[in-house]
């Protein structure tokens, strides 16, 4: 088994927790984002959308970071596995965390985040309120279902998703304090998961680096977004 990642990605970070908390031997395939390694006709071939990670079980290629999270635990996980529950309303509603987290939370936060370090965006009002908008329904599916973690009282692979998300927040010094239940699942997840953490704080750090010294990505000809061009 090959997993085709970048290793300050959250989406190829939450693939990396559900491989590490279902014990699973694999090899690690770093994939050059600088580079534009993705956007090559080789890569193109797993994955026709171009885009990190892809997973490589036996030949049978699998990309988007839900569905391979998903595939995993369908496969892979011993019975009786929390990580990804079978009783229907359960298992419905970490699938709806993960949809909450790729379409409502995580966007905006690699938005304010993430772009602006890699690529000629900024930092706005509008770009935080949506981040503040995020975080806000978080907190409120938090205290609505009185539970430890996203969608219940067991670690699921919905908060290994949630929690590559808001490393992102962390990694530019962003203040989750106003978001005090966010705050407390996201410090409980440290302190209980620490082999899990140790995966997501990896990449946090090395986008908490780049928030500091930006990447000189003058050379790059990205076909979708615009490159910040050296200053002369």
């Known amino acids: 088994m090959k997993l085709y990642a970048v290793s300050d990605g959250p989406p190829s970070l939450a693939v990396r927790m559900t491989m590490k908390a279902l014990d699973m031997n694999y090899q690690l395939i770093n994939v050059d984002f600088c580079a534009l390694e993705h956007r090559t006709e080789d890569y193109a071939k797993m994955n026709p959308q ?13 990309s988007e970071s839900i ?3 998903q595939y995993l635990c369908d496969k892979y996980a011993a019975s009786g596995s929390t990580l990804y ?34 690529f000629d965006y900024e930092r706005t009002p509008m770009s935080l309120k ?8 978080f907190e409120t599916y938090l205290e609505r279902l009185g539970s430890k973690y996203a969608a219940g009282d067991d670690v699921t692979i919905a908060d290994f998703a949630l929690i590559s ?23 409980n997840f440290k302190e ?24 000189d ?6 076909p979708f977004h615009p490159t910040r061009k050296a200053k002369a």
Not at 104 to 109: G, H, Q, V
Not at 172 to 179: A, E, G, K, R, V
Not at 192 to 215: D, K, R, T, V
């Open 50 to 62: 171009k885009e990190i990670p892809v997973l490589d079980d036996d030949g049978f290629y699998l």
């Open 67 to 69: 569905a391979i999270m």
């Open 85 to 118: 529950p079978q009783d229907v309303n359960h298992r419905a509603l970490v699938n709806q965390r993960l949809c909450f987290n790729m379409g409502f939370y995580y966007a905006p936060i690699s938005a304010h985040s993430m772009a602006p370090i890699f």
């Open 130 to 137: 949506k981040v503040q908008n995020a975080l806000e329904v």
């Open 165 to 187: 998300a808001t490393i992102c927040l962390e990694a530019i010094d962003f203040d989750l304090s106003p978001y005090p239940l966010v705050n407390k699942w996201y410090n």
């Open 192 to 215: 209980e998961y620490p082999q899990l953490w140790e995966i997501a704080n990896s990449g946090m750090q090395e986008i908490n680096a780049f928030e500091h010294n930006p990447p």
């Open 217 to 222: 990505l003058s050379e790059m000809e990205h």
